[in-house]
């Protein structure tokens, strides 16, 4: 929506900020962009909220977040949801 507008307008990255827990599966219905690499075993968290409980434990429907940020944004130290050490892929830029 907002953010990607703004992104496509070239808003400066200051004034735009990070886009941050979109729920891409959810609001796009394109599973097959999220795929668990078998390295990294079973995902567990997205398994239990798509099986048992919707809101999962109130805070949405899964846990498949995409972040966006150009160059120059970033998010503050912070813990993963349950402290469950998610993984992340930067597909260009660097953490």
């Not at 409980?53 to 846990?63: A, M």
């Not at 972040?67 to 998010?75: A, N």
Request: aromatic share 16%; glycine share 14%; hydrophobic share 35%.
């Amino acid at each position: 929506g907002e953010y990607l507008q703004g992104w496509k307008a070239g808003v400066e990255a200051d004034k735009l900020g990070y886009c941050k827990d979109w729920h891409f599966v959810e609001q796009t219905g394109d599973t097959a962009m999220y795929k668990v690499p078998l390295a990294l075993g079973d995902d567990w968290l997205n398994q239990f909220c798509d099986a048992k409980i919707k809101p999962c434990f109130g805070l949405g429907s899964d846990y498949r977040f995409v972040y966006l940020g150009r160059q120059g944004s970033g998010t503050l130290l912070h813990s993963d949801v349950f402290g469950s050490y998610s993984w992340s892929a930067n597909v260009a830029g660097r953490k």
